[in-house]
Each structure stands twice: as structure tokens, then as C-alpha cells.
């Protein structure tokens, strides 16, 4: 069975780092892009960033550009997100996805709060 | 960047009835060599991550109940419910996997 678990999530001042991570399982992990996508409180979903199987590829929007970054560790299974510079806008519930082109599967999320 | 239009940002049915999104891309998302749609849509239940419903427009994702259907091509899609359930309140959404940055609609709310 597919299952993602994201943790790292928590309460953070603007301008400071908070580092996000994914577990997966149930599938062959270096296969698949992964994604982070995020969801503001009573909004809607906005995609973060991908990194490809192998790490080679990565994007992100243009809204964290420079502040995020994404990475992964195909022998753990594991999908991360650095976040530095947070802001007020920051504040989202942050998912891990796996991409099969559509975002086939997600985790239930982790929240991060950033707020003096 | 792909901008996504749904319309309408909610809508009530009643249980039974038909219940119609639509959505409307910037631009093309249409691979002709394999002639295929790059849109997905989502339902999104309250407290709930997003669960696919329809890949490549038109394609059902296991599990999903036929009752789920997407149509068109280019720049124009539809997600319609056929027979509303009590199940189906949630928000839905569209999203192109077309072009990097991946980007959604703003969501319609479907209530009964």
C-alpha cells in the first residue's frame, strides 16, 4: 500500500527555517517524481515543488524561489523541503505528493505556522 | 505560467441531481503526439488531503464511482457528477500537469 507520511511542521518567527520531511513506502521510490504542495488556511492548493526520480531534475514557484529547497534520499525513501526566509504567507498545510504525471497519491500533511 | 479558471466557485444541487464544473486553461493542454489531456481534477473533503478523481481529462481513477466523469480537450474541460451523494460535498478542483509550475484552479464548492 502507498503511504506518505510528512512531519517537521510547526510553529516558526518570520525569517526563520523549518525543514519538512516525507516518509514513503509501498512503492519503488526512485520511480517516481515527487512534489510538495501547500494549502493556506480556507484556501486553495498551491503547488510548491518537484524533484525527479533521481534528484537531477527540480522546479519551484516562483513564490519560494530562492527561500525553498527541495531534495531527496533515495536510499532512505525519504523527500525533504528546506525552508529559509519564511514568511507570513508561509503559513500552509504543506503535502508531499507522488507525481505519475497527475499527483497520484498524497500524504495527510504536516502544518506550518509562521508567526511573530 | 498556466493560468486555471473553474466555474462556478460553488454550487448546490440537490441529492440526485446532475451537478456540472467547469475549467478553463490559458492555454493548450493537449499532447498531440499521443493525444492526450494533461488536466487532472481533485476532491478535496473537508480536514482531507486531495484524492484524484479523473487523470488525462477523461480517465477514471481505480475506485472512483462512475457516477465521475471528465470530458473535453484543449483549453476547455468538465467534471460532472452525475447523481450527487451525500458523499460528494466537497470542494473540487482542476490542476494541468502540462507545464512546470504545475498550477489549480481556485476550487468549486459543492454543496447540497
Known amino acids: 500500500e502507498v503511504e506518505m507520511v510528512e512531519s517537521g511542521g510547526g510553529c516558526v518567527q518570520p525569517g526563520g527555517s523549518l525543514r519538512l520531511s516525507c516518509a514513503a513506502s509501498?512503492?519503488?521510490?526512485?520511480?517516481?517524481?515527487m512534489n510538495w504542495v501547500r494549502q493556506a488556511p480556507v484556501k486553495g492548493l498551491e503547488w510548491v515543488s518537484y524533484?525527479?526520480?533521481?534528484?537531477?531534475?527540480?522546479y519551484y514557484a516562483d513564490s519560494v524561489k530562492g527561500r525553498f529547497t527541495i531534495s531527496r534520499d533515495n536510499a532512505k525513501n525519504s523527500l525533504f523541503l528546506q525552508m529559509d526566509s519564511l514568511r507570513d504567507e508561509d503559513t500552509a498545510v504543506y503535502y508531499c505528493?507522488?507525481?505519475?504525471?497527475?499527483?497520484?497519491?498524497w500524504g495527510q500533511g504536516t502544518l506550518v505556522t509562521v508567526s511573530s | 505560467d498556466i493560468v486555471m479558471t473553474q466555474s462556478p466557485d460553488s454550487l448546490a444541487v440537490s441529492l440526485g441531481e446532475r451537478a456540472t464544473i467547469n475549467c478553463k486553461s490559458s492555454?493548450?493542454?493537449?499532447?498531440?503526439?499521443?493525444?492526450?489531456?494533461?488536466l487532472t481534477w481533485y476532491q478535496q473533503r473537508p480536514g482531507q488531503p486531495p484524492k484524484v478523481l479523473i487523470y488525462w481529462a477523461s480517465n477514471r481513477e481505480s475506485g472512483v464511482p462512475d457516477r465521475f466523469s471528465g470530458s473535453g480537450s484543449g483549453t476547455d474541460f468538465t467534471l460532472t457528477i452525475s447523481s450527487l451523494q451525500a458523499e460528494d460535498v466537497a470542494v473540487y478542483y482542476c490542476q494541468q500537469y502540462y507545464s512546470f509550475p504545475r498550477t489549480f484552479g481556485q476550487g468549486t464548492k459543492v454543496e447540497i
Open positions: 505528493a507522488r507525481s505519475a504525471g497527475h499527483l497520484s497519491y
Open positions: 524533484i525527479s526520480g533521481t534528484g537531477s531534475r527540480v
Open positions: 509501498g512503492f519503488k521510490f526512485t520511480s517516481y517524481g
Open positions: 492555454q493548450s493542454l493537449l499532447i498531440h503526439s499521443i493525444n492526450k489531456n494533461n
